[in-house]
């Protein structure tokens, strides 16, 4: 585990247990798609999200940022695919260099 501004924030491998991806497919879902920001989740591309991320376990990278007790975080890299997303309240404090390692 990598802690960097005085324990402020801590990034991680993830551990690829189903509640953390659920959350992580969700931050994913609506921040970084082009449908995102409509404020309707297509639950068929959540799940198929969901299903991406784990299978990025042993066969890509996928990190977490927390701050506190939550994820502020993530950079996924998968079948050439990079997407990185910070809260924007976070950004600007090295969460991204942090996550991309």
């Known amino acids: 585990m ?3 501004h005085s324990d402020k924030y801590f990034i991680r491998e993830s551990v690829y247990n189903l509640v953390e991806l659920s959350l ?3 931050m994913y879902e609506e921040n970084c798609l082009p449908t ?3 404020g309707v989740l297509n639950k ?3 799940s198929q999200t969901l299903l991406k991320m784990k299978a990025t376990e042993g066969k890509g990278q996928l990190r977490v940022a927390i701050h506190d ?3 502020v975080g993530f950079y996924w890299n998968y079948d050439g695919n990079e997407t990185l997303w ?3 309240t976070h950004r600007a ?3 991204e260099q942090g996550l991309r390692g």
């Open 2 to 4: 990598t802690s960097f």
């Open 44 to 46: 068929t591309s959540l």
């Open 93 to 95: 404090e090295g969460v």
């Open 86 to 88: 910070v809260h924007p």
């Open 36 to 38: 995102s920001g409509n």
């Open 69 to 71: 007790t939550d994820p």
């Open 24 to 26: 992580l497919a969700r």
